[in-house]
């Protein structure tokens, strides 16, 4: 296994373990047992409620300089740059963008699962919570896609109430 991919393992894990603290804490419903996936299969899965749940994660950052960032890789000074003027005057469209692109991109995707959530961790210093909120109201879910519910984890720790974003 490669550097890159025990990251996204990790990051998978991590982000699957703080939606379901988030939710049992929520709607005091027992989530336990978290296991990674083979290709194929939404990457993680655990039980709820005694049922098996599979979970596809994202994560959903500004643009790919703020994920380098995020991950902590080095920057050149331009890159630097670039974000320290994204965090002054970020674009008033950018989240619906980036957060459309991102579920365009999952709900092309196929997964052997019968029953699947995706969960959407903001990895971005750049929105908060009530930006969210403003978008949700807004934001077309693609069609079709095999999710059953979709879901975002606004802050990056996992402390606020998750968001659902999507129920079939």
Same mark, same amino acid.
């Not at 994204?86 to 991102?102: C, H």
């Given at each position: !296994?490669?550097? &890159?991919?025990a990251?996204?393992?990790?990051?998978e894990?991590?982000?699957?373990?703080? +939606? =379901?603290?988030?939710?049992? $804490?929520?709607?005091?419903?027992? !989530? $336990?047992?978290?296991?990674?996936?083979?290709?194929?299969?939404?990457?993680?899965?655990? /039980? !709820?409620?005694?049922?098996?749940?599979?979970?596809?994660?994202?994560?959903? /950052?500004?643009?790919?300089h703020?994920?380098?960032?995020?991950?902590?890789?080095? =920057?050149?000074?331009?890159?630097? #740059?670039?974000?320290?003027q994204?965090?002054?005057?970020?674009? &008033?469209?950018?989240?619906? +963008?980036? =957060?459309?692109?991102?579920l365009?991109?999952?709900a092309?995707? %196929? /997964?052997?699962?019968? $029953?699947?959530?995706?969960?959407?961790?903001?990895? &971005?210093?750049?929105? %908060?919570?009530?930006? +969210?909120?403003?978008? !949700? #109201?807004?934001?077309?879910?693609?069609?079709?896609?095999?999710?059953?519910?979709?879901?975002? =984890? &606004?802050?990056?720790?996992?402390?606020?109430?998750?968001?659902?974003?999507y129920?079939?």
């Open positions: !296994m490669t550097d &890159s991919e990251e996204k393992l990790q990051l894990h991590q982000a699957a373990r703080l +939606f =379901l603290r988030a939710y049992e $804490r929520t709607y005091h419903t027992p !989530m $336990r047992h978290i296991w990674h996936n083979e290709p194929a299969k939404p990457d993680v899965s655990c /039980y !709820m409620d005694g049922e098996r749940l599979d979970i596809e994660i994202a994560h959903l /950052y500004a643009n790919e703020e994920a380098m960032a995020v991950l902590g890789r080095v =920057l050149n000074l331009d890159i630097q #740059r670039q974000l320290a994204l965090a002054l005057n970020p674009p &008033s469209g950018q989240l619906a +963008f980036a =957060l459309n692109r991102l365009q991109a999952k092309s995707k %196929q /997964y052997d699962s019968k $029953r699947v959530w995706l969960l959407i961790r903001n990895a &971005s210093t750049l929105w %908060q919570r009530e930006d +969210f909120l403003a978008v !949700m #109201r807004s934001l077309p879910v693609p069609t079709p896609h095999q999710f059953e519910q979709i879901w975002l =984890l &606004s802050d990056w720790h996992g402390e606020e109430q998750p968001l659902q974003l129920k079939d």
